[in-house]
């Protein structure tokens, strides 16, 4: 998966009408990290098929385990539903793309070499997509250690219902916030008052 995911600079990951269409449609947009992240939560039919073609390559898999793969890149962000996997699957199959080998209820899926072609035809694309959901996930990971109290110092009066209803409402405004493709500034500011919450959790100044 390294290759998939490498570091390499937005601009070589974002080249081709295709990759700025996506962005488009996803809502891209300058953010913190210096290449945005995702406003949405969804691939279109097409761009997942892509996406599974590039798991497929790496090695042959369920349906199941590429839900979890893509879940485990983005951290959580992003588990694409059964109804979206398993058609975009059969799509694959159908058009040549990937292959089936089934073992009772269960059914393996290989990249074919039609599937290996396309997925080379939107490799950068394919990468941008896995990039975006792995800074995201690891973006959203600071976030949740934010969130984080230390539950073992009993000398701290702490109201457990409080903590957990403002953590609630924190989330609740951050991710309202993210998806509603802030600007720069906005994105600038959100991080300054994240940053202040952590430093005053950890009791620094």
Known sequence: ??????????????????????????????????????????????????????????????????????????????????????????????????????????KLYRITGLGLARLEENRAFVDAVLAHLARLGRKLERVRQVFALDQSNTDVDVNPVAVDKAERELHAALTAKLNASPSVEELTRV?????????????KK
């Open 1 to 106: 998966m390294h290759h998939l995911l490498s570091s390499r600079g937005c601009a070589q990951r974002v080249r081709g009408s295709h990759v700025s269409q996506f962005m488009r449609s996803v809502g891209h947009g300058p953010g913190l990290g210096g290449c945005g992240f995702f406003g949405v939560r969804k691939l279109g039919a097409g761009d997942l098929q892509l996406v599974i073609l590039a798991l497929l390559a790496e090695s042959p898999r369920h349906g199941y385990e590429i839900i979890k793969t893509l879940e485990m890149i983005s951290n959580g962000f992003y588990a694409p539903s059964p109804g979206m996997v398993y058609p975009a699957l059969t799509y694959l199959e159908k058009v040549g793309d990937a292959s089936v080998e089934s073992k009772g209820s269960k």
């Open 191 to 203: 991080a300054e008052v994240l940053q202040r919450a952590t430093h005053e959790l950890r009791g």
